[in-house]
């Protein structure tokens, strides 16, 4: 299993950034996929999910309406794009993929919101 993070980087607030996680190694499609991210001294922490099937999607109260998970299942890939983002969305942000009992994660890509 591999899970390979990308776009992240420095924005000011109030920009936008779309994060990428390209998947392989397993059955993608039949996965919940997950982005959390940690900030410094921060414990880790779920930002949005999007299901296997019908694509439910699920987002932390601190990012909903502002962020928006999707996936391409053919592309077997994750995205995260990221709207009017704050200082406070500075972070590590890390792609999960899941389906009982397996759970892996990518090496994490790094977000700072700074002006």
């Known amino acids: 299993v591999q899970l390979v993070e990308s776009g992240g980087g420095l924005v000011q607030p109030g920009g936008s950034l779309r994060l990428s996680c390209a998947a392989s190694?397993?059955?993608?499609?039949?996965?919940?996929m997950r982005w959390y991210r940690q900030a410094p001294g921060k414990e880790r922490e779920l930002v949005a999910r999007i299901g296997s099937v019908g694509g439910i999607t699920n987002y932390a109260d601190s990012v909903k309406d502002r962020f928006t998970i999707s996936r391409d299942n053919a592309k077997n890939t994750v995205y995260l794009q990221m709207n009017s983002l704050k200082p406070e969305d500075t972070a590590v942000y890390y792609c999960?993929?899941?389906?009982?009992?397996?759970?892996?994660w990518g090496q994490g890509t790094q977000v700072t919101v700074s002006s």
């Open positions: 190694g397993f059955t993608f499609s039949t996965y919940v």
């Open positions: 999960n993929a899941y389906r009982y009992p397996y759970d892996s």
